[in-house]
C-alpha cells in the first residue's frame, strides 16, 4: 500500500495554516551517484550565511536522520533505511519482525513519519535537505528551490574510482544500484509528476564546479525572494 502523498501533504499544509507558519525558505538537492550534494550543500551555506549575518544560520540534513526517526519509532536504523531504499517486505518476514520489535511499524507508519520529519526541518526554514525524497515532499512548499545534480555515467565512475579503493566493474555496480534506490525512492511516494518536473534547476557537474552552481543557486532565490 502506497502513500495518497497529495492528500497527506494536503493535510500537513492546513496543519501549518492553523499553526499560522509560513513553511520555508527550504532547498532541496537530489542527486545521481558521484555527484556530491554535501559539497554543494556546504558551499551553499558558506554563501547563504555570509549574505544574512544578521539571520539565522542555514544549515543541512541528509540520511543521517534515519537516527532521528529511528528513536522516535523504538525502531533499528537498518528497519527505516529498509523503508527508504524502497525495499518491499514479504509476509514472512514481516511476521518475524512483529515479533521481534517491541513496538511493530508497518512501512506506511514508517513512511509517514518520514515525511514528518523532513516536513520539520523544512518548515522550520533555512534548511537544505539532501535526497530523502525532499523534492516530492516539499513541492507544495512555495518558499523552496528544487535542484538535481547529474553528470554522465562514464565521468561518475572515473571520479568515484578515484575516490575509492575499487575496481571500474565494482564501481559501475554500486553507482547503478543507488541510482536504482534513488528512483525507487521517488517512486515510492506515488508522484505522479514527470520526475524532471520537480526541479527548478538542473545542473551538470561534470562542467561546473560547485562555486558556480551555488552563485546560480542563490541569483535564483534572490530573484524568488527566497532570501
Known sequence: MGIDLKKYLTEQYQKSIDKDVKPGPVITIS??????AKLLATELIDQLNYIKKDK???????????????QVLNLKQNRIKHVFEGKKMGLIDSIIMSSSERY????LAIKKKMIEVVRSFAEKGETIIIGLGSSVICRDIKKSLHIR?????????????????????????????IDKKRDTLRK????????????????????????????????TMKKRKLI
Do not use: H
Open 31 to 36: 542527486r545521481e551517484y558521484g555527484c556530491s
Open 56 to 70: 539565522k544560520n542555514w544549515t543541512w540534513i541528509n540520511k543521517e536522520i534515519f537516527e532521528d526517526t529511528a
Open 104 to 107: 511493530y511499524k508497518s512501512d
Open 149 to 177: 545534480l547529474q553528470a554522465p555515467f562514464d565521468w561518475r565512475i572515473k571520479r568515484t574510482v578515484e575516490k575509492r579503493n575499487k575496481s571500474i566493474e565494482e564501481v559501475k555496480k554500486y553507482t547503478k544500484d
Open 188 to 219: 515510492s511516494f506515488e508522484s505522479k509528476e514527470d520526475y524532471n518536473e520537480l526541479f527548478d534547476l538542473t545542473f551538470n557537474v561534470m562542467t561546473m564546479s560547485y562555486k558556480e552552481i551555488a552563485e546560480i543557486i542563490i541569483f
